[in-house]
């Protein structure tokens, strides 16, 4: 048993030392990335459909509200959290098109007060369970202007997956968020 205990702590003890090592170590300056901010969850999102998706396209009025924290910006540390609220009304939708890849431009309200305006592309995929929609662009005005954003929601895609075979609606679309603006 004590052999088996030493085995398991020089093990966990070698990854500690890989991960130290890899955190430590400085990168080459080809491959150097500076994060401008990164929030990670708690940072939720949930999106509400008025009326709600079905199989069937039809006039739906989406609206997104997105809640950023913690967060951590090694450049701006008062920053602590933003917010963000994403509309699109009137546009023709069902259940099937929310997969599909499209164009974003939105701005997060820091908790600062400043504001960072971004402009991006939208994929989405759904893999066991799960959707994943990744927002990839730039903040082309406002706090970190120039730099790269990459913002991933993850949301169970129970309801969704129902939706596409024509056996239930979507009204609301609950995801947690990862969001990071940097510089490559």
């Known amino acids: 048993m004590f052999e088996l ?5 020089v093990s966990i003890g070698g990854a500690l ?9 400085p990168a080459s300056p080809a491959s150097a990335a500076v994060l401008d901010i990164t929030c990670l969850p708690p940072s939720s999102a949930v999106t509400t ?14 609206t997104s509200s ?27 939708r069902s259940c099937l098109e929310l997969l599909q890849p499209g ?8 908790s600062t007060g400043e504001t960072s305006v971004i402009a991006g592309n939208t994929t989405s995929t759904m893999i066991a369970g799960v959707v994943v929609t990744t927002v990839t662009g730039t903040v082309v005005d406002g706090l970190f202007a120039g730099s790269n954003v990459v913002e991933v929601l993850t949301s169970a895609s129970t309801d969704l997956l129902l939706c596409t075979i024509g056996l239930r609606s979507v009204s609301r679309l609950s995801s947690s968020v990862v969001l990071k603006i940097g510089r490559v």
């Open 66 to 92: 997105l809640q950023y924290g913690p967060c951590l910006s090694p450049s701006q540390p008062d920053i602590a959290s933003g917010t963000s609220v994403r509309q699109d009304f009137g546009e023709q």
């Open 5 to 9: 205990k030493s085995r398991t702590l």
């Open 49 to 62: 459909f008025d009326p709600p998706l079905t199989m069937a396209r039809q006039t739906v009025d989406a």
């Open 103 to 110: 164009t974003v431009t939105y701005t997060i309200t820091w």
């Open 17 to 25: 030392a890989l991960l130290l090592g890899a955190v430590l170590v």
